[in-house]
């Protein structure tokens, strides 16, 4: 899905958008959509927003666990990178 460069740039964005705001939750227009094709169909991510608030259309990031959360058939997983597997 999602090579480990991308993931970790779109951790980053989430990272310093949550310092500078200093408040959560927060909703931003997603920046990635065209950049990061396993983006294309999220229109907005969401920073430490309770999973029962969110869209399925969103990018959820979750400073708890320092990980991005994405929603596939109703349920919300984590995105993990697309080399987990390789030995």
């Known amino acids: 899905m999602a090579g480990r460069k991308e ?7 989430c990272r310093k958008k949550r310092a500078e705001a200093k ?10 959509k065209e950049k ?3 983006l294309s169909s999220k229109i907005e991510i969401a ?3 309770p999973l029962e608030n969110a869209r399925s259309n969103m990018l959820i990031y979750d400073s708890t666990i320092d ?6 058939n109703n349920n ?8 987990i597997f390789e030995v």
């Open 76 to 83: 919300w997983l984590r995105v993990e990178p697309d080399d």
């Open 7 to 13: 993931i970790e740039e779109v951790l980053n964005w």
């Open 36 to 38: 990061f094709f396993w």
């Open 67 to 72: 990980a991005l959360l994405i929603n596939i």
């Open 23 to 32: 408040v959560t939750p927060i909703i931003e227009p997603n920046p990635f």
């Open 47 to 49: 920073i430490d927003i």
